[in-house]
């Protein structure tokens, strides 16, 4: 060429492009092998994973029942006055422990004293009045009996002078008054009875002590005695106090809550179950349970004591409406009560409404 320039070699050229096209197009397959191999990699992986969790769920899976909607529960004692009357003393705190028999609290039994001397001032008299029956009964007899000769005398007297009267020893006026005494006396008979069956009514066969009025005297005895006794307040049960409303010098009233005592070495778990999981859950069934506050390392042993009665949502205080046009299907849950080792919660002491974890083994 005129400028001294070399005219370019098209044959090369072309080979050129065509070896960049062959490296692309082996570059190329050489990438959609390898997706190829990581897909099935993949899907190999898939089917492993879901092949094990198959095979985990037929042989072990299928034979427990879990959840983690568990909380601890106990039957709390609920202290409650059983008299009236100011409180003299309040012996205990919440989170203090009381053994069965120890005292709580003590109210005032000033006026508790009084009711009980009253009710013994009242049997006492009561005890008088049912012996004054006993004796107003005898009296009674004795008068029935006095009556009664007065009758017999009367009698006699009456038909002496009808004898008499035929020949006219007497006069017709001696005769109607004896006639007159003679009905008299038997009228007085027939009141005599009568008053003798009106104390007998008053009084019992079994004695005075059997006597109603006495009974019912003596339960009013025993009675202000109990309330005498019960001014006095002790745990019934082993147990922490908590809730405690009252404090010294208030005025309670009958029935009036105090506090509360959880026993919680009789605590229990009461364990949420999804519907579907409740098919093969039996009472007696073992169950592994382990608890937020202490953590996996510490795992409890325990049996289902029962199923409930209904879900939740059946007894709730407003109770889900399904039969409306916007129904959607909810799982339900029912409770399940796990019944704890009492040596287990010795150890590691549990607290009403703590989260659990309950695994129920439906192989046993």
Request: hydrophobic content about 45%.
């Amino acid at each position: 060429m005129a400028d001294g320039t070399q005219p370019p070699n098209t044959a090369q050229a072309v080979e050129f492009e065509s070896c960049l096209d062959a490296e692309s197009e082996l570059a190329k397959a050489h990438r959609i092998g390898k997706r190829k191999i990581l897909l099935r990699g993949l899907a190999l992986a898939v089917l492993a994973t879901g092949a094990g969790a198959g095979a985990y769920w037929q042989v072990v899976g299928s034979h427990y029942a879990s959840t983690d909607n568990a909380y601890v529960g106990a039957s709390s004692a609920q202290i409650t006055a059983q008299t009236a009357g100011p409180l003299a003393a309040v012996r205990v705190d919440d989170t203090q422990r009381v053994r069965k028999g120890d005292v709580l609290a003590v109210i005032d039994p000033a006026e508790a004293e009084i009711a009980v001397a009253r009710a013994e001032a009242d049997y006492r008299r009561t005890l008088q009045r049912v012996r004054q029956y006993e004796a107003q009964s005898g009296a009674a007899a004795a008068q029935v009996q006095a009556r009664q000769a007065e009758l017999d005398r009367a009698r006699t007297d009456y038909g002496r002078r009808q004898a008499l009267a035929a020949t006219g020893a007497v006069s017709a006026e001696e005769v109607t008054t004896a006639r007159t005494a003679f009905e008299a006396a038997q009228a007085n008979v027939a009141a005599a009875r009568q008053s003798l069956a009106a104390q007998a009514a008053l009084t019992s066969r079994g004695g005075v002590d059997d006597h109603p009025e006495t009974l019912a005297a003596r339960a009013a005895l025993d009675a202000a005695r109990l309330d005498l006794a019960r001014t006095v307040i002790r745990a019934p049960v082993d147990g922490v106090v908590a809730q405690r409303r009252v404090q010294v010098g208030q005025r309670v009233q009958s029935g009036q809550a105090l506090m509360t005592v959880t026993p919680l070495a009789q605590a229990y778990v009461d364990a949420n179950f999804k519907e579907g999981q409740l098919g093969k859950v039996q009472v007696g069934q073992k169950v592994k349970l382990t608890s937020d506050l202490y953590g996996d390392h510490v795992v409890y042993s325990g049996r289902v004591a029962g199923l409930g009665g209904g879900t939740g949502s059946a007894f709730a205080v407003i109770p889900a409406q399904n039969a409306t046009g916007n129904w959607i299907k909810v799982v339900q849950r029912v409770p399940v009560r796990i019944a704890l080792d009492p040596a287990q919660l010795a150890r590691r002491p549990l607290r009403v409404g703590l989260s659990m974890n309950a695994e129920i083994d439906l192989r046993s």
